[in-house]
Nanobody, 116 residues
């Protein structure tokens, strides 16, 4: 079936790093723009980063610019989010999303907690 599966979340201290991964299956991964969103309690889901099908264009939310980096490997059907210099306000559930003109796919989310 069509699915996205995230991994790599966890507990990290402020200033630390994590790398999230998201593997797609059941659809042609390389034809989907891929995005990372996050949502924390009481807040709306927000776009963290996005990358186009071949990785030529990337976009980032203002709050993560210069700290987070998105990449993809179409051969592995995987999109990554490298998160550096994590802060407490980065604590959230992070969701992987794939989107094109024919579909919109979401992962189940992975928890990232930044705390000392």
């Amino acid at each position: 079936q069509v699915q996205l599966v995230e991994s790599g979340g966890g507990l990290v201290q402020p200033g630390g790093s994590l790398r999230l991964s998201c593997v797609g299956s059941g659809f042609i991964f390389s034809t989907f723009d891929m995005n990372w969103y996050r949502q924390s309690p009481g807040k709306e889901r927000e776009l963290v980063a996005g990358i186009t099908t071949e990785g030529r264009r990337k976009k980032y939310g203002d709050s993560v610019q210069g700290r987070f980096f998105i990449s993809r490997d179409n051969a592995k059907k995987t999109v990554y989010l490298q998160m550096n210099n994590l802060q407490t306000e980065d604590t959230a559930v992070y969701y992987c999303n794939g989107k094109n003109a024919w579909g919109n796919v979401w992962g189940q989310g992975t928890q990232v907690t930044v705390s000392s």
